[in-house]
C-alpha cells in the first residue's frame, strides 16, 4: 500500500513519531514479559492449572493471528490514528479485565482484548518507519522501534517483579491503561501518513476466508500446546491435529490466492530476502521466548530465589 509521508515536520513532530514508533513495541513486550512472568502467581490465586493457562496463551495468539491478517483491511477504513488509537483502548480494557480476573475464563477474556489490541502494534511500528521518506530519519526511526522492543523485553520482569513486591501481580496489568494511554495520546499528536488509495482499490473481506486460517493456527498452537503436557499419553492425536492444521492453512493460501484485493497481500513477500530475514526473526523470537520462559522457572525452583528477586535479575540481564 503506498502512503505520502507528512512533509515539512518540526523537529517536536518528529520527535513525537519517533516516540510512538518507540512505544509500539516497548508496550507489546512489556505485557508479554508480564503475564508470562506472572504465570505461577495467576495460576495460583485463580485456580488454573498450568495446561488451562498455557490454553490461554494460544488462545491469545490465535486471536492475535486473526487481527494481523485483518490489518490492512481494518487500517483502509479506520486510517493511522484511529487504529491505533482504538487498540490502545482495547488494551488498556483487556488490562482492567485481567486485573479484576477471579476466574480463569474472566482472564481469559481479557487476553483476547489484549489480543485484538496489541496484534497490530508491532506492525503499526514498523510501518511507520517504512513511511519516513528515505534519510537518515528513517534509520533513526529504525533505532527508536529496535530500542523499544528491547527496553519492553527488559521493562516486563521488572514491572512484575516490583507489582509483587509491592502489591501483587495485578498492580502490573493496572499499569497497562497508563501506557495505553500514552500512546492514543502520541497517536493523537504525531505526523502520521495517510493512506493514498481510494476506496475501490481497498482489499475485499470475504465472510469466511480467515476461517481456514484461524482453525488451522488453533489445531497448530493447540498441538504444540499439548504437546508440552500430553506427549507421551496421546502422541498420535497430537501428531493428528497438527497435521490436520496444514491443509486449512493452505485452503487459506489458495483463498487468498484467487482474490483480486486480498485482505493479506502476501504474493509480494515471496522474495528470497524476505523470507531469510523472517527466519532470523523466528529463530531470534523462539530464543527470546525461551529465555523469558524458562529462566524465571530455573532460577525460582533450582536456585530459591523469591519471584521479585528473578525480576530484577532478567531486567539486569
Do not use: K
Not at 523466528?282 to 524458562?294: D, E, F, H, I, K
Request: aromatic share 8%; net charge positive.
Amino acid at each position: 500500500m503506498t502512503h505520502t509521508a507528512p512533509a515539512n515536520t518540526t523537529r517536536a513532530e518528529q520527535l513525537l513519531l519517533y516516540a510512538l514508533i518507540a512505544s509500539l513495541p516497548f508496550t507489546d513486550f512489556l505485557q508479554i514479559g508480564l503475564v508470562a512472568f506472572n504465570a505461577a502467581p495467576v495460576m495460583g490465586e485463580l485456580g488454573a492449572s498450568p495446561e488451562e493457562y498455557s490454553g490461554v496463551a494460544t488462545l491469545y495468539a490465535v486471536v492475535a493471528i486473526g487481527t494481523i491478517a485483518m490489518h490492512r483491511w481494518l487500517l483502509e477504513r479506520l486510517g493511522w490514528r484511529t487504529l491505533v488509537q482504538s487498540s490502545a483502548a482495547l488494551l488498556a480494557l483487556g488490562a482492567v479485565v485481567c486485573g479484576t480476573a477471579q476466574r480463569l475464563p474472566q482472564f481469559a477474556m481479557g487476553r483476547v482484548l489484549m489480543a485484538l489490541g496489541c496484534a497490530a502494534f508491532l506492525t503499526v511500528g514498523r510501518l511507520l518507519v517504512n513511511h519516513i521518506p528515505p534519510s537518515p530519519r528513517r534509520f533513526t526511526g529504525i533505532r527508536f522501534f529496535a530500542s523499544g522492543l528491547a527496553w519492553g523485553g527488559v521493562a516486563g520482569p521488572l514491572l512484575a517483579a516490583s507489582a509483587l513486591a509491592h502489591a501483587n501481580w495485578r498492580a502490573g496489568f493496572f499499569v497497562l491503561p497508563v501506557v495505553a494511554g500514552l500512546i492514543a495520546l502520541l497517536a493523537s499528536l504525531a505526523p502520521i501518513a495517510r493512506p493514498m488509495h481510494a476506496a475501490e482499490h481497498h482489499s475485499r473481506y470475504q465472510p469466511g476466508s480467515l476461517l481456514p486460517l484461524i482453525g488451522g493456527s488453533f489445531l497448530l498452537l493447540y498441538a504444540l500446546q499439548r504437546a508440552s503436557f500430553d506427549y507421551f499419553s496421546h502422541a498420535t492425536d497430537l501428531l493428528v491435529m497438527a497435521l490436520l492444521a496444514l491443509p486449512a492453512l493452505g485452503l487459506f493460501a489458495g483463498l487468498l490466492a484467487r482474490q483480486r484485493q486480498p485482505v493479506l497481500a502476501a504474493r509480494p513477500l515471496l522474495t528470497t530476502r524476505y523470507l531469510l530475514g523472517l527466519a532470523i526473526f523466528c529463530v531470534c523470537y523462539v530464543v527470546l521466548g525461551a529465555n523469558n520462559s524458562m529462566l524465571p522457572v530455573l532460577m525460582q525452583r533450582a536456585l530459591g530465589l523469591p519471584l521479585e528477586v528473578v525480576g530484577r535479575y532478567l531486567g539486569l540481564g
